[in-house]
């Protein structure tokens, strides 16, 4: 009998707390923070390869990976910016006006184009063994001594205009497979130099995002063993002019996706 007071009291103190911890943590989990997400870059960001496409002239599919993460992740906003055979100039432009001081996430594929991707596999893929050879080198050369600066200033221009923003910068994934691909194939020497390059314009976009504290997402390893003249290849071969040598729907979806995902949680 004399510790029945003391119970209720010592009860209405844990009801209180925990209506107190309700207070607290109820609307935390609630209000989960704004997530307002710009995609920028060029077509392998747009998602050419994956059709079908809007009619914006940019070649935007909804198949491309950023779209994807949007749907996926429940994003407070999602501004579709990427446009097929865009460059650095086209992001500094036409792109980046769509960020703002609100802009919580960017990402962005580009540089490809700048080093001159269309004339480096028309080379290869039609022209001499010495041409492809001459036109890749010109492209790791372009991709070592002009596209950082390039690049530095694509980078500082989302920062400026995007100060609260994560930005993740993806890259390339190697286009090939270098095993048996049949007679009508590129030789397997040009397929191997023009992964080479892709490895340098990752290794030269890996570090210019890094030094601008932004965070690199390497799709060359979730690409592998799925490129032109893999068994299940997730990269288009010269099946559709504008389509060829960009990623499918199943190289958005399974390539690009998971690296995206791999960073952002």
């Known amino acids: 009998m004399p510790h029945r007071p003391l119970a209720r009291v010592l009860a209405v103190l844990v009801a209180l707390l925990t209506a107190a911890l309700g207070v607290v943590l109820v609307p935390g989990a609630a209000h989960a923070a704004a997530v307002n997400y710009v995609a920028l870059g060029d077509s392998y ?13 940019c070649l935007r599919s909804q198949k491309s990976y950023a779209p994807l993460w949007a749907a996926a992740h429940g994003v407070t906003s999602f501004n579709f910016q990427a446009c097929g055979g865009a460059v650095t100039a086209d992001v500094l432009n036409d792109q980046v006006s769509a960020l703002s001081a609100s802009t919580t996430l960017v990402t962005i594929t580009i540089g490809g184009n700048d080093a001159g991707f269309v004339n480096v596999i028309t080379s290869c893929r039609f022209g001499s063994t010495s041409s492809c050879t001459n036109a890749v080198n010109t492209a790791k050369n372009f991709a070592t001594t002009t596209l950082p600066a390039r690049l530095d200033a694509t980078y500082a221009a989302i920062r400026n205009r995007a100060p609260n923003a994560r930005l993740i910068v993806l890259g390339y994934p190697r286009l090939f497979e270098t095993g048996s691909c049949g007679w009508l194939a590129m030789s397997t020497y040009k397929r191997t130099i023009l992964n080479e390059a892709a490895d340098v314009l990752a290794s030269v976009t890996a570090g210019r995002a890094s030094a601008a504290g932004a965070t690199f997402a390497d799709t060359r390893r979730t690409f592998a063993g799925h490129g032109v003249c893999a068994g299940d290849p997730w990269i288009n071969d010269i099946s559709g002019i504008i389509e060829a040598y960009h990623p499918d729907a199943d190289g958005y979806r399974y390539g690009y996706l998971p690296a995206l995902n791999a960073v952002t949680g």
């Open 45 to 57: 960001s747009s998602g050419v390869g994956a059709g079908p496409y809007d009619s914006s002239g």
